[in-house]
């Protein structure tokens, strides 16, 4: 029996179907709701944005040049949703007050 192949590339049956097999759950909510996953679709788009769409040679440099830029994403790039701080930096400040 085949199934027909639905637009929404991320609610497609194909992708949870692959998702159940590696047993991850989805992240999605809702379909129709305009904030569900905003946060996770910013990141991505930050990530295409500041590395681009390069063709790398192996998939070993690929990693390396993601995690280089997760480096500098969480420890140098200021965020202005929670207040110019980097993220390792308002992850230590939430834990601080959450020991206060």
């Not at 192949?5 to 991320?10: C, D, N, R, V």
């Not at 295409?48 to 420890?75: C, M, S």
């Amino acid at each position: 029996m085949h199934r027909p192949i639905e637009l929404a590339q991320y609610t497609s049956g194909q992708f949870r179907t692959a998702l159940a097999e590696k047993k991850i759950r989805p992240s999605v909510g809702r379909v129709g709701s305009c904030y569900d996953n905003a946060v996770a679709e910013a990141f991505f788009a930050t990530l295409k944005t500041e590395i681009g769409t390069t063709i790398w040679p192996t998939r070993a440099t690929a990693r390396q040049d993601v995690f280089t830029w997760l480096h500098y994403y969480n420890h140098h790039r200021l965020h202005s949703t929670i207040g110019q701080n980097t993220p390792a930096e308002a992850r230590t400040y939430y834990r601080q007050a959450l020991a206060a």
